[in-house]
């Protein structure tokens, strides 16, 4: 915070287990929540038989699994979002498409229309991740029953050994966001009962048709 030049007065940072122990109760609920969780690490989950009955992860019905806390995370703070709050999560890109209990949160989300958009991020963007990651919004007053997959995978320049979202792919990004509209090889709105009938499925890959960029030989031509 401190880097981004705000002042100590206005942040309040503390230190705690957010799935076990959360802060910040008393300034609940939120109009804006952006996250970057650790990926898939391990949890009480089941092991904790009072956690499926707590307030955050009851509804869905079931916990995320023990060795990957990641949807843990999302209905932590779908919970703490306010009714026109924007939530954005950077997420491990197996929360997209995992079966089991996994699939099962996916479903609560989905069918109750809180995801918004998924974005498909470039790989190599973050420090000492190499994976390409994925940004899920949650929205509780969504305006359609759609959901918007945006594949920015190779929306990114080269810099150094790492990958940089420059301002030009920063705002192409935001705009297909606010724009809400379908664009080839980039953009896709996908009604819920689509995704949910592919299996809860929310990978970009599964509904963004990748453009062929493969050369077109003449075999005709060649032999000749």
Not at 118 to 129: E, K
Not at 136 to 155: P, T, Y
Request: proline share 4%; with cysteine; hydrophobic share 35%.
């Amino acid at each position: 915070m401190f880097l981004h030049d705000i002042n100590y007065d206005n942040f309040d940072i503390q230190l705690g287990d957010t799935l076990i122990d959360p802060k910040h109760r008393d300034e609940e609920p939120f109009d804006a929540i952006v996250s970057n969780p650790p990926y898939s690490v391990s949890w009480e989950g089941s092991k904790n038989p009072l956690l499926i009955n707590d307030d955050r992860f009851a509804p869905a019905g079931v916990l995320a699994p023990i060795q990957r806390s990641d949807l843990a995370f999302t209905m932590h703070m779908l919970y703490h979002l306010s009714e026109t709050g924007t939530c954005a999560i950077v997420e491990f890109p197996g929360v997209l498409y995992r079966g089991g209990a996994e699939k099962k949160i996916r479903e609560y989300l989905i069918k109750n229309n809180f995801v918004d958009t998924v974005i498909q991020l470039p790989a190599n963007l973050f420090f000492g991740v190499g994976i390409a990651t994925c940004i899920i919004v949650i929205k509780k007053n969504k305006k359609d029953n759609n959901i918007l997959f945006v594949d920015a995978s190779e929306e990114c320049e080269k810099k150094g050994d790492k990958n940089k979202l420059e301002n030009e792919n920063q705002n192409r990004i935001v705009n297909a966001y606010q724009e809400r509209k379908e664009e080839q090889y980039f953009t896709k709105l996908v009604s819920n009962d689509e995704v949910l009938s592919n299996g809860a499925n929310l990978s970009v890959s599964s509904y963004v048709e990748k453009e062929d960029k493969r050369e077109v030989i003449d075999i005709v031509a060649l032999n000749e």
